[in-house]
DNA sequence: GAAAAGATCTTCT
DNA sequence: GAAGATCTTTTCC
C-alpha cells in the first residue's frame, strides 16, 4: 500500500496515533530477502513523559524524534539492544511510539536463522524485534516511506480489540497507562 | 519454574 | 561516574 509519502495519520498526538500503528506492517529488505512482520505492540513517549528520552529536550541521540511523523529512531538500550521507535506527532515535537512487538508474516525463516529462537520468544521483545528485522544505529532518522525499511498502513482496528495497560521496564511514570497492544497477544512480552 | 545477576556502551549529571 | 524504554544465562529452590 502507497502512502504517497504523507503521514497524516501519525501526525497527533501519541495516545492517538498508537492505536493507529497496530496492526500495520513492518516491511525490511534484508540480504536481498523481504521481512515483514505485523506491529502488535507498541508504546508512547512524548516530551510531557518523564520516561522519556526526549523529556529534557533535544540532543544528539534523540534529534530524530524531532523530525516530522513517519520516521525511524532507533537507540541502543543498555549497550547491548537495539530499540525501534516509530516518530509521530508534529514535526519539532518530540514524540515517539517503541515497537515493543510484531508478529511474523514473511521470511519468518529468515528471522529463526538469524537469531536462533524459538518462534514464540523471537519477536516478543523490543531489543528483539530488531535483532531478527536486523535494524541497527544506522536507520535512525530513517524515512519510513523509502526501502530498506518501510511501513505500511492497514486499516485501523476497532477500539474492542485494543487492549491499555501500564508500560514495562521504566522507573518513571511507569503508572500511566500508554502501552497498546492488539487483543489476542496478551501475553506477547511475557516469559 | 522462578528469580537474580551478567553483559556492555551511550548519554547525561 | 552512574543509570538506563533490555535480553540471556545461570542459579536456586
Redesign the pocket.
Known amino acids: 500500500m502507497s502512502n504517497n509519502g504523507t503521514w497524516d495519520w501519525l501526525r497527533a498526538p501519541v495516545e492517538v496515533a498508537a492505536p493507529r500503528l497496530l496492526g500495520c506492517n513492518v516491511v525490511r529488505e534484508l540480504d536481498g530477502s523481504i521481512l515483514r512482520a505485523r506491529i502488535v505492540e507498541v508504546?508512547a513517549?512524548d516530551e510531557e513523559d518523564p520516561?522519556?528520552?526526549?523529556h529534557?529536550g533535544?540532543?544528539?541521540?534523540?534529534a530524530a524524534?524531532f523530525l516530522a511523523a513517519g520516521h525511524a529512531?532507533v537507540?541502543?538500550?543498555?549497550?547491548?539492544?537495539h530499540?525501534l521507535?516509530v516518530v509521530a506527532g508534529e514535526a519539532g515535537h518530540g514524540a515517539?511510539?517503541?515497537i515493543?512487538a510484531v508478529e511474523p508474516l514473511e521470511g519468518e525463516d529468515v528471522m529463526l536463522a538469524r537469531?536462533g529462537?524459538p518462534r514464540r520468544?523471537l519477536t516478543?521483545?523490543?531489543?528483539?524485534?530488531c535483532?531478527a528485522l536486523g535494524i541497527d544505529?544506522s536507520l535512525t532518522g530513517h524515512d519510513l516511506a523509502l526501502p530498506p525499511l518501510q511501513l505500511e498502513r492497514e486499516p485501523e482496528r476497532p477500539a474492542s480489540d485494543i487492549v491499555v495497560t501500564t508500560?514495562?521496564?521504566?522507573?518513571?511514570a511507569a503508572e500511566t497507562p500508554r502501552r497498546f497492544y492488539l487483543a489476542g497477544y496478551p501475553d506477547v512480552?511475557r516469559?
Do not use: W
Not at 516478543?124 to 524485534?129: D, I, L, R
Open positions: 508504546e513517549y520516561a522519556s528520552h526526549t529534557r533535544p540532543t544528539a541521540r534523540n524524534m529512531y537507540y541502543l538500550s543498555y549497550g547491548i539492544h530499540c521507535n515517539g511510539l517503541l515493543r537469531r529462537t520468544q516478543n521483545g523490543p531489543g528483539k524485534v535483532a544505529l508500560r514495562i521496564g521504566i522507573s518513571k512480552s516469559k
